[in-house]
Structures are given as C-alpha cells and as structure tokens.
C-alpha cells in the first residue's frame, strides 16, 4: 500500500471514526471502501462493492451474496472472513421467510 494525506473537516473525521468504530474496521478501510465505490475499476468490481454493502448493511442474505459474486457460499463466507467481513447471523423468520421468497 501506499501512504497518503487527506485533509477532513472535524465533523468528516469524527462521523469516519464513529462509524469505523461502530463497523469494527479502520478509518483508512472506510476511506479505500469509498474510493472504490466511487471511482469503480470496472463493473464486475462495482457489482461486488454493491452487494457486499447489501450484505453488511443486512439487506441481502449470504446466499444472495454468494449469487451476486458469482460463487457457492462456502467461498463466499471464506471470502468475507478473509477480509475481516462479520458473517451475519440470520434468525429463524429470516430464514423462514428467505425459504419462501425462493
């Protein structure tokens, strides 16, 4: 990696912080998530920055994400782990009604 300066407002900095803390990750992991979702190299990597914020954010399921990246989930769950990508746990509704929705 190479090192850079950004300059930030206080309030930019402080929301970076509160919200890196609250994602478990670092500050410079959020600032590299937002160049690469906003500055795409191409569409196949604009499609997995989509889906894994679907995921984290809780709106698609690892399954789901497994058939966005392309993958079986098994290698979608390695993947998550290896990049630091909490596994989110889904509840008896949720599996219930992602059983029906199929």
Do not use: C, W
């Not at 890196?20 to 690469?36: K, P, Q, Y």
């Not at 098994?74 to 929705?101: F, K």
């Amino acid at each position: 990696m190479i090192r850079t300066n950004v300059m930030l407002t206080p309030q930019q900095h402080l929301n970076l912080k509160q919200m890196a803390t609250s994602m478990h990750r670092t500050l410079g992991e959020l600032v590299r998530d937002a160049i690469d979702t906003t500055f795409p190299r191409d569409s196949i990597d604009r499609r997995r920055q989509v889906a894994l914020a679907a995921y984290r954010e809780g709106f698609i399921s690892l399954g789901k994400l497994a058939e966005s990246l392309g993958v079986d989930p098994y290698t979608a769950r390695s993947y998550l782990q290896e990049h630091g990508i909490p596994i989110m746990i889904q509840d008896a509704s949720d599996i219930t009604s992602d059983a029906g929705n199929a």
